[in-house]
Antibody, heavy 120, light 107 residues
Framework: EVQLVESGGGLVQPGGSLRLSCAAS????????MDWVRQTPGKGLEWVGR??????????EYAASVKGRFTISRYDSENSLYLQMNSLKTEDTAVYYC???????????WGQGTLVTVSS | DIQLTQSPSFLSASVGDRVTITCRAS??????LGWYQQKPGKAPKLLIS???TLQSGVPSRFSGSGSGTEFTLTISSLQPEDFATYYC?????????FGQGTRLEIK
């Protein structure tokens, strides 16, 4: 069974940093692009970014709203995905999901989400 | 960025009804569109990829069609468990974008 489990969310002050983790199991993690998607409470979905596979040199893509502040990384040996978030803003407050990208680059499995609250 | 506009944003319907949700893209995206269902407090669930390919385990009452800039998600006969919010998503170009959502409620 495919499982994605996020952790690391919490309350942080504006300008602060936080690192989210996503533990994957039930599939060959190294074979898939992995993404982060966030959802503002009561609002819609916003793609945060993607990290490709080793064969693609682990290259990344980011939404303009987080580029330069957020960094996605992965450790295939540990089946783990990370989101390092720096210079956090109040508008970064959201539930953050890690998601597996299917062959068609849609998100076929999601974690349960972890809430990040940026507030003073 | 490619904008996806869903209509309607809110839909009230009854069990057994046939409903259609439309997703319009601001520029052509071939068939690089997916549909998701999200229930309160849960992660989204992928229903359809490539505009019309039903994911494994998704009931056949769900169907998707379209290409280019206009797409539809149809539920042929609403069941109680279908009342949720539905999102379209394009993967044609970065950034990946989602529609604003269509909330489907029981009449």
């Amino acid at each position: 069974e495919v499982q994605l489990v996020e952790s690391g969310g919490g309350l942080v002050q504006p300008g602060g940093s936080l690192r989210l983790s996503c533990a994957a199991s039930g599939f060959t993690f190294s074979d898939h692009y992995m993404d982060w998607v966030r959802q503002t409470p009561g609002k819609g979905l916003e793609w945060v970014g993607r990290i490709r596979k080793k064969v693609n040199s682990y290259t990344t893509e980011y939404a303009a709203s987080v580029k330069g502040r957020f960094t996605i990384s992965r450790y295939d040996s540990e089946n783990s995905l990370y989101l390092q978030m720096n210079s956090l803003k109040t508008e970064d407050t959201a539930v953050y999901y890690c998601a597996r990208a299917s062959r068609e680059s849609h998100f076929d499995y999601w974690g349960q989400g972890t809430l990040v609250t940026v507030s003073s | 960025d490619i904008q996806l506009t869903q209509s309607p944003s809110f839909l009230s319907a009854s069990v057994g009804d046939r409903v259609t949700i439309t997703c319009r893209a601001s520029q052509g995206i071939n068939t690089y569109l997916g549909w998701y269902q999200q229930k309160p407090g849960k992660a989204p669930k992928l229903l359809i990829s490539g505009a019309s390919t039903l994911q494994s385990g998704v009931p056949s009452r769900f169907s998707g069609s379209g290409s280019g800039t206009e797409f539809t998600l149809t539920i042929s006969s609403l069941q109680p468990e279908d009342f949720a919010t539905y999102y379209c998503q394009q993967r044609s170009t970065y950034p990946v974008t989602f529609g604003q959502g269509t909330r489907l409620e029981i009449k």
